[in-house]
């Protein structure tokens, strides 16, 4: 990680549709427009001045040594638990099978919550506990509302997840143990967002609900970066993601349009 002190290069946070700027020095949850996904932008001018891929390697290889591309403020610590750093594996086998010569799988199962959602929900955590949150809810299938809950549990805040009665017992009892409070619904996942979302506003907390918010992307955003350091700074020609809510599939996508633009990644950026 770079050192506390390391300036921030946001430059705005901005609606992905009208194009409406926000301040950055506010909590924010969607466009206060048009109610679109907020994107944080970066001074990518002064990003490059002050940093390079080879400054990124000599740091902890966690998500946290991209900080020049990361809306962490100067002297903000993050509310981390190591998360990132994953191995990116060969799959010679598969890839014979499907006329791929070089097939990777990149291993987030190494995340301390044991799935990506350690990511985005790390540095949506770290964000809303500098904005003066008191605590979170969001609805969950299982393994975000289980990120939230360890996150919350390492920021000191209290969490609410809310899940479709349905939801395996395992990943509820992942967010219980981190003391979490879990609520069911008979309904499905659309419903426990209705209900969480109502929930936020009565209880004076954050909806961590998928891309509710403009950090956890952000947070996701880090597989991309990953993805281009282990390849050599190339852009593979193509990612297979599940896609679920949808958040890391744009994060990796802005993670390669934010390198492009700053020329640290060969190719075109991949399908």
Request: aromatic residues 8%; glycine residues 14%; hydrophobic residues 40%.
């Amino acid at each position: 990680m770079s050192a506390p002190g390391a300036p921030s290069f946001v430059s705005s946070i901005e609606c992905s549709q009208c194009g409406a700027q926000h301040d950055a020095r506010r909590l924010l949850t969607v466009c206060e427009r048009c109610g679109a996904v907020l994107l944080v932008r970066y001074d990518l001018e002064r990003v490059a001045k002050g940093g390079n891929p080879e400054a990124w390697a000599s740091r902890p290889f966690t998500m946290y040594r991209y900080r020049e591309l990361l809306p962490l403020l100067p002297g903000e610590e993050p509310v981390t638990l190591g998360e990132g750093g994953t191995p990116l594996l060969s799959l010679p086998r598969l890839g014979r099978r499907l006329g791929l010569p070089r097939l990777f799988g990149k291993d987030e199962g190494r995340n301390p919550t044991g799935t990506f959602k350690a990511r985005g929900l790390s540095l949506a955590v770290t964000r809303a506990r500098s904005f003066g949150v008191r605590g979170f809810i969001l609805p969950s299938a299982g393994n975000a509302g289980g990120a939230a809950a360890v996150y919350g549990a390492r920021a000191g805040l209290p969490v609410a997840v809310v899940v479709p009665r349905e939801t395996p017992e395992a990943a509820m009892t992942e967010a219980l143990l981190a003391g979490a409070h879990v609520f069911t619904v008979d309904g499905t996942l659309s419903l426990a967002g209705r209900v969480a979302a109502g929930a936020a506003s009565t209880l004076g907390v954050l909806d961590l609900a998928t891309l509710k918010e403009p950090y956890r992307l952000e947070g996701k955003k880090t597989m991309g970066f990953e993805l281009a350091e282990q390849l050599g700074w190339r852009a593979p020609d193509l990612v297979l993601y599940p896609t679920g809510g949808g958040t890391g599939l744009i994060g990796i996508w802005k993670a390669f349009q934010e390198l492009t633009a700053l020329r640290w990644v060969e190719g075109k950026g991949p399908r």
